[in-house]
């Protein structure tokens, strides 16, 4: 080959900009244009799967134990700061672009279908298209603003999504919400990447990471800083306690913007980012089990609100909030290779399972349309019995739900069997990760629980949809279950990409991605085989009790329709309401800031002072000086003659002085 | 030689001159006792000439040359007033005024 490695790598995060500029335009001038508007939004992201595959297959025939870096142009040459607008592609990155231009391509693909009938159709592609070339411009990108120019970019084409009905106040209020919430995740960011340059002198990754271990003391206060701060970040972008409260607001946005972005790969950035930094993690203990711990109990927490959801997307919301905390879990742990596993087995399964909401809700929706019902298409009491007129999307999901609840041989059992598996040896060495594997096992067992739930109510027991709405529920057209198909094959068969030595397989992605997550950190001793066939066992029937449990306990034959649902009591409420954590938000933060804009701010600052003292006390200066002046001006010559002589007499009287 | 002497009626002569303008209010004559400050500096130029070289002497020149110039402007805005107002007492002539 004539080129160097990698040249052409640009082209991967280019077709999805060039995309975007040729939707963009579509979206002004011919905004009818659908076929066009699909051809290109799809098309684009087809090709850059191509692209991102074959700059992997060069990669791995290359065998390189060093990320491939190609610079394109000095970006901010300041002083001692130089950072260059450069991509790098390693096995770590290699596995995110193949996972967001994958998964990406099919939900583009099922948006065609989805999205058919929208107004805003060549927006909505440009929109995603755009989303997608910041994302693998923070996943390829070599150094930290680079990575931060894709961190904001999501950040803000997650923005515009989340608020693209915007016509309805409560999705431009979900969207603001969530670009509040990352700003402060993305403070921390900042705070951190300075810090970062402070003491390294350098922002690339390739410069950063072999000097850590001579710069920093290992768990000395600065390393642990810089990791807790890089760590709010991802609390933000990946929705973890306390900054998680933008993700279920942003189902407002449509199903597969959901899917996409908040489910398969911006939330996933977090994780991407602690297992790229895992050099500074390796060297904060601190930091790592602050990670561990909050992705744990995040896990455990989201769980036990999605219990009582009845909106199908904010139970999926609240379970993609859950099982990222699993992946940060594997990743606070240092089993990197476990919490990528889970990143992209889970990509799979929710994506799937957020396009057959999507297609649930598309069905829901046509009928309530065609009768001019004004019912919640959205909300699982309304639903019930859709097995028999979705099968395809129905089967489709049960195998996404089994695999998220952790069942073998799907692909959630190996990748969550295998984080809990590494966090229980983590607790021979730190006890405190014992605690947050049994924060883990128990939010299997509500995930098994509530996912079984979601499926009963939408797919099983009698129909609650209404008598004249029953006649139109449809399954999707084929257009949109092709991708389900797909990624149902994924879900069944992603697993194999990781099967642990304990079963007989090569432990593949594992190796792939050593390179990157070997970060001269010795691994927690093994646990013996028999141990980690207890760990299996253990979470198989945790899996199993939680879907018998919710199978058994559970009646959907005795739910209501949504209008004339009784309100939950107790417990039931409690969770109902999200543990009240929005509103106790709303209480301490929203407001007083609120209460210190309109009444300081506003009212005192703005008003009085600039308004007040600088704005108009400039102008009545002014005038002041003004009329001074202009009492000289009396219109007598005799007047203006003295004050001339005067004039005179004294500036000779200066100068021959 | 004659430089005190010269300088002094010099001295004096503006002197009148600014006492003329500063306590008259007739435009013409005004506009005379500049004409006689100017004069004043132009005896002054010429007396310094003895000693210092020919430049003052050139000097002078100019000044007639301007003062020739100021006249005819001068002149020509006191008539226009003059037609305009029917007098040239400056007590009367104060409209521009802040």
Redesign the interface.
């Known amino acids: 080959m004539a080129l160097p490695p990698l040249t052409l790598l640009w082209v991967v995060p280019a077709l999805p900009l060039a995309g975007f500029v040729v939707n963009g335009a579509l979206a002004f001038v011919a905004p009818g244009a659908k076929r066009a508007v699909s051809l290109v939004g799809v098309g684009v992201l087809v090709l850059a799967f191509a692209a991102a595959a074959l700059a992997v297959l060069e990669l791995a025939q290359l065998h390189a134990a060093a990320p491939l870096v190609v610079r394109y142009w000095d970006w901010l040459p300041v002083g001692d700061l130089q950072v260059a607008f450069a991509l790098q592609l390693d096995q770590l990155s290699a596995v995110m672009i193949l996972v967001v231009t994958g998964v990406g391509a099919l939900i583009h693909l099922f948006s065609v279908g989805y999205m058919h009938d929208d107004a805003g159709y060549a927006r909505y592609f440009a929109y995603l298209n755009l989303f997608v070339f910041f994302m693998l411009t923070l996943v390829l990108g070599a150094s930290f603003p680079v990575m931060f120019v894709g961190w904001e970019g999501v950040g803000l084409c997650s923005y515009l999504l989340i608020g693209f009905w915007f016509t309805e106040k409560i999705n431009a209020d979900a969207g603001k919400k969530a670009f509040i919430v990352n700003r402060i995740g993305d403070f921390g960011f900042l705070v951190a990447m300075m810090l970062i340059f402070w003491h390294t002198g350098s922002l690339d990754f390739m410069t950063v990471f072999p000097k850590a271990t001579t710069t920093f003391a290992a768990g000395g206060p600065v390393v642990t800083a810089i990791t807790l701060f890089l760590f709010l970040g991802c609390t933000g972008k990946s929705a973890q306690i306390p900054l998680y409260v933008w993700l279920p607001d942003a189902m407002q946005g449509p199903t597969p913007v959901s899917a996409l972005i908040h489910a398969a790969t911006m939330v996933t950035a977090g994780v991407y980012l602690v297992a790229r930094c895992g050099a500074l993690f390796a060297l904060a203990p601190v930091g790592s089990a602050t990670v561990a711990g909050v992705g744990a109990l995040t896990a455990l927490f989201a769980a036990t609100i999605a219990l009582k959801q009845w909106d199908i997307k904010r139970v999926l919301a609240y379970s993609t909030v859950s099982q990222l905390g699993y992946m940060f879990l594997g990743v606070g742990t240092g089993a990197y290779a476990a919490g990528i596993f889970h990143l992209t087995t889970h990509a799979f399964f929710k994506a799937l399972l957020f396009l057959g909401s999507g297609s649930v809700i598309h069905a829901m929706h046509r009928a309530y349309h065609a009768t001019h019902a004004h019912d919640d298409a959205q909300d699982m009491r309304n639903m019930g019995g859709l097995a028999r007129y979705m099968p395809w999307t129905a089967t489709l999901m049960w195998i996404a739900t089994l695999a998220i609840a952790g069942i073998p041989p799907l692909a959630g059992f190996f990748s969550k069997d295998e984080i809990l598996g590494a966090a229980f040896a983590r607790g021979a060495a730190q006890p405190a990760w014992y605690v947050f594997w049994g924060m883990g096992l128990a939010a299997a067992l509500l995930t098994a629980f509530y996912m079984t739930r979601l499926m009963l109510y939408t797919f099983h027991g009698p129909n609650r949809t209404g008598d004249r709405e029953r006649e139109q529920l449809h399954e999707a057209p084929p257009l949109m279950t092709a991708p389900l198909v797909v990624l149902g094959v994924l879900t069944l068969l992603g697993g194999a990409l990781n099967i642990p030595l304990l079963f007989g397989g090569g432990a593949r992605l594992e190796h792939w991605l050593a390179p990157v997550t070997d970060v001269g950190v010795a691994p927690a001793a093994e646990a013996s085989p028999a141990t980690e066939w207890a760990l299996v066992v253990s979470a198989v029937l945790v899996a199993v009790l939680g879907l018998v449990a919710a199978l058994r306990l559970l009646k959907p034959e005795t739910l209501v329709p949504a209008r004339l649902a009784p309100p939950e009591r107790g417990l039931g409420r409690l969770l109902w309401n999200k543990w009240y954590v929005d509103e106790l938000y709303d209480a301490i933060v929203v407001r007083p800031v609120m209460w210190l804009s309109r009444e300081v701010l506003w009212k005192v600052v703005d008003v009085r002072v600039v308004d007040g003292l600088l704005v108009n006390g400039t102008a009545a200066a002014s005038r002041a000086v003004g009329w001074v002046g202009s009492r000289l001006q009396t219109g007598e010559v005799g007047v203006y003659v003295v004050l001339f002589v005067v004039g005179v007499i004294a500036v000779v009287g200066a100068v021959v002085r | 030689m004659l430089l005190e002497p010269a300088l002094t009626v010099s001295g004096v002569l503006f002197a009148l001159g ?1 006492l003329g ?2 306590l008259r ?1 007739n435009a013409i004559v005004i506009f005379m006792c500049v004409e006689l400050m100017l004069n004043a500096a132009n005896l002054a130029f010429v007396a310094f000439a003895q000693q210092l070289g020919v430049a003052g002497q050139i000097f002078v020149f100019f000044v007639m040359a301007v003062a020739a110039a100021e006249a005819a402007v001068g002149l020509a805005i006191i008539l226009a007033v003059y037609r305009h107002r029917r007098t040239v007492d ?2 009367n ?6």
């Open positions: 600014v303008v500063l209010r400056l007590q002539i104060n409209l521009l005024k802040g």
